[in-house]
């Protein structure tokens, strides 16, 4: 530090040091590029979980139908649905006590959508669970494709 030979003060620098508007800019920019980066990965990756959340649920409710099929001597109706996974039919016995699923409503899909229940669809199956994907609707590309319970086992 300098001591100022008239007055006996410290000399002080009065050297502003201060960012400039266009290296602020370019720190924003920079900014802005990296969380877009971010955001398209996190956004696939959030996609493929739920796709695959979607595909494991899909293979649950298949094997507790077949379960139900086994115990009961026939599939869950078309009206009824998966619901009968749930609570016991008046017309059955052999139901399983407790039902065939652990909880006590039955699963939306990863996208909270309901599942689609198709007895002896055109497949040629005895039955099917759907999930219409992303975008709740029948067809689609990428992550709006259907899933189907028979592709997942």
Avoid: C
Wanted: charged letters at 25%.
């Amino acid at each position: 530090m300098k001591i100022n030979q008239k007055t006996g003060k410290p000399e002080r620098n009065h050297r502003r040091s201060a960012f400039t508007i266009i290296e602020v800019m370019a720190v924003i920019v920079i900014i802005g590029i990296l969380a877009g980066i971010v955001a398209v990965n996190v956004v696939g990756y959030t996609d493929k979980a739920r796709s695959a959340t979607t595909k494991a649920v899909l293979k649950t409710l298949h094997s507790a139908v077949i379960q139900f099929k086994l115990d009961t001597g026939r599939y869950p109706t078309e009206d009824a649905g998966l619901e009968e996974l749930i609570e016991q039919p008046t017309d059955v016995t052999g139901w399983a006590e407790g039902g065939y699923l652990d909880t006590t409503e039955v699963p939306l899909d990863a996208w909270k959508n309901e599942y689609v229940y198709q007895l002896y669809p055109e497949s040629g199956k005895p039955f099917v669970i759907i999930s219409y994907g992303a975008d709740g609707k029948e067809g689609g590309e990428g992550y709006d494709t259907d899933l189907y319970s028979t592709d997942a086992n």
